[in-house]
């Protein structure tokens, strides 16, 4: 394969070690050994989702799991509200207008951050509002939503709080218990540093209840049969999992184990506060405003006269970087460097030297070695 | 991981190949190399499936391809001809109806064949059925349906055919195109022996003019939105696919390109014969009748006086060679022999050597080496 250093948001760079744990034999889906790893890594998901509860593993994307929170809680007609400000608030939408629910849209601007005010404001005027959907680290604009201060909130009302935290557990802080959120789904390859391919969701007593008066179409992700085989022994799932991609998330949670939660959730901030320092030192704009700018993906203004073409495909076929382009209405406005997952200075020191590179190339005036310096008096 | 031989119905043993070329590093999804990838992938996948029309991988259960298969032809309500004569026609039923279809049961005896005539009865008596669904390898019971015969009648009606071939592609004889399948599904774990995760579908022009016409209440598993992307530049999934399964498909069906489609429906017909020869020689006797019985997995009835898991138990825990047990009411009266993917004399040779110990050690009248003989013979 080539020698790229991803720096998108998701998928992100794999360790070599959960690369050679994907690689073990195939045992079988329904024996003990499974059960045994699959109970562990059950454990340690429900570690990084900072819940008491049980964590379900999903072999699908992190969709499937935004499918599967939805799914299992709505019945046709039944109110959710639905906070977009951006692509994947807008595809929790989607799938709650699959779903045949009555979809209630807080719009707001990509870019921007929901305020608890705004969330407040919604449930005062509609008790029928079955359920809240939000987005933690929403990758297409790079906004972090204050979803511990959304669940505080929250706590006053009976809707369900349902939280995408796939681009921001393990690399940002998700206290699922402490901030009272019902559902919670991650996926494997993003700040977890697995490969892509699986996701997990967590649920609360509150969440299983509406579940279990909901007569879901859901069937490959009917989270009753996951809970069900879920306390067989041994534990299993219902259907058969991607085997190896469970040893590698397995791997990658001892990782995040070693290192620590908290110091982990702290040197991706380092690591977003370097990046914001470094694309200024550039003369570089910030998408978001900085003080709610993402923790594991900075998105930034494409520079005048550049185009996304020759910017991005210059880092990437010339200098071996690749970062993720602008979604939507934003493509071509904006990139996004992807910072989740296993980032060091030296991931970072890569990124600046080429994009100094690349953009000098194109005739910008860059002052060579002025975000390089930005990097080291960052991470000194 | 522990050393067993696994002779299941799925998963098989994943040649070594396989494993090293999942554990490449990753690239993006959303990538030129991607592209490439993944078109080439398809491509085996439809010379392995034997159609012209093109393939779409699903990162998921072969579950998850039978939930594709229905939900995006299925309005409610809309008649559905399911037949079922084990736990996966069933399976197919269950989903037919949490997708609101009017289901019309065929039942079949377990471990009886459904015949091209009993279908044309139904067709022939009921004008509005849309859709029938088929269990071409039905591992529950070790049977095989049928499925060129039935294509010859079902091009005389209008409801689509939907086949489920995730046991047999790869190992049986599946000619999409010529026996007139609308709808074809398979899994990666069974007969093309990569891992457990993806299954894969291809599907008609008939087909997508049906799914055309229904408003799918699936959004993870839409084919729309396959269709969509696959078309693309770089063709692409939806959403993010297990990238590191598909190089691993990947291999694996460079592998069965390789060897030879024909050469490899022909060695899993040969191991088929081979094991029934072998247990007939152990005085056990099979569970389907040996015409319809499966070229890729092996029912046997559990000896008298023998526990499942004693027998199960002993062959796993003492010769370290897994096979699977019965399921649902044929739970501890049959056994199963997975002979799928990667079989040779060799593997034979261990389990009925691993067999015949087990047997006498729970004080059968056993022969001893009478199985092995019959391996050898059949082999010659």
Request: a negative charge; hydrophobic letters at 40%.
């Amino acid at each position: 394969m080539d020698n790229i250093l991803l720096m998108l948001p998701g998928p992100t760079t794999v360790a070599p070690r959960v690369l050679k744990a994907i690689s073990d034999s195939i045992v079988n889906h329904r024996s003990a050994i499974f059960g045994e790893i699959f109970t562990e890594t059950t454990k340690l998901m429900s570690e990084v989702f900072q819940t008491k509860n049980q964590s379900y593993l999903l072999t699908g994307s992190g969709t499937a799991s935004m499918e599967a929170a939805i799914a299992n809680v709505l019945n046709p007609k039944d109110k959710i509200l639905n906070v977009v400000g951006g692509k994947f608030g807008q595809r929790f939408m989607q799938i709650a207008n699959a779903m045949g629910g009555n979809t209630q849209e807080l719009a707001i601007k990509w870019g921007d951050a929901v305020s608890p005010e705004q969330v407040k404001e919604v449930l005062d005027k509609d008790e029928d509002i079955k359920a809240i959907t939000v987005v933690h680290n929403e990758t297409s604009t790079g906004v972090t939503a204050p979803i511990e201060e959304i669940g505080k909130v929250m706590k006053n009302y009976d809707a369900l709080y349902i939280v995408d935290a796939i681009s921001s557990v393990g690399g940002d802080r998700v206290e699922v218990d402490k901030y009272g959120i019902d559902i919670c789904i991650t996926g494997s390859q993003k700040c977890l540093a697995a490969p892509p391919g699986m996701a997990a969701i967590t649920l609360t007593d509150d969440a299983w209840k509406v579940i279990d008066k909901v007569d879901s179409k859901a069937y490959y992700l009917d989270m009753k049969k996951y809970r069900k085989t879920g306390a067989g022994t041994p534990p299993e799932t219902p259907y058969t999992p991607s085997v190896s991609m469970i040893y590698g998330l397995a791997e990658a949670l001892k990782i995040i184990k070693e290192e620590g939660l908290e110091n982990r959730v702290i040197r991706h901030e380092k690591a977003a506060k370097t990046v914001k320092n470094a694309v200024k030192s550039l003369n570089l704009e910030l998408f978001p405003k900085e003080e709610i700018s993402s923790s594991t993906v900075t998105a930034v203004k494409m520079p005048e006269g550049v185009t996304d073409s020759d910017f991005r495909g210059t880092m990437r076929n010339k200098y071996k970087v690749e970062l993720a382009g602008g979604q939507d209405h934003l493509k071509g406005n904006i990139f996004r460097i992807g910072h989740m997952g296993n980032i060091s200075y030296k991931e970072l020191a890569i990124t600046f030297s080429a994009m100094e590179m690349t953009l000098k190339g194109l005739g910008l005036d860059i002052e060579m070695g002025a975000s390089l310096a930005a990097v080291n008096e960052s991470y000194l």
